[in-house]
């Protein structure tokens, strides 16, 4: 959390925002019920070679993070991919010691696309030996409280205020149609 909000206000910072503070104080609400940031651990089971695998698979499908800003603690055994501007993929090679900060969609619509949230997938590792081990990550999703209001904060109608809780629903919505 402490460094979440040391990194909300490092972004606040650099997009010159008049309240340097804006990210951090949206997120106030973190430990009530009024926000729904999650630390999720992540267990991938090892994959033995008598698994006949699909053309392409995966291990977590391409999407990008609702939220405003993930935390990605990830193990060394590797297969996270990120997308680059031109659509290919980049291995997020594991070092040791560092974290993954991803950009949210909430972000991405909150700075008029000045942060661009990252499409990530994670696939299967090329080297045996990595495949039959298990893989490990814990994911500090940050979201803003649900009554704070997302609008750009160029002043811009670029994307129209929405309430964190009111873009979970779209995005279930737009996802599984429920
Ligand atoms: O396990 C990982 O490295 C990524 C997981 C992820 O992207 C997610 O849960 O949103
Ligand atoms: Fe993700």
Redesign the pocket.
Known sequence: MELSNRLFEVMARGLQLEDPLLFVNAHKGIKGPDNTTTL?T?YYPPISQDIELKPNQIR?GE?S?YGSM?L?F?DDIGG?EIQCLDGSFIDATPIDGSIIVNIGDLMQRWTSDKLVSAV?K?GIPKSIKKRESSRQ?I?FFNVPDNFSVVMCVDGSDKYPAIRPDDYLKHKFYETFKI
């Open positions: 999720r992540l977590c999407h993070d993930t990605l990830q996270l990530h994670v990550s994911a």
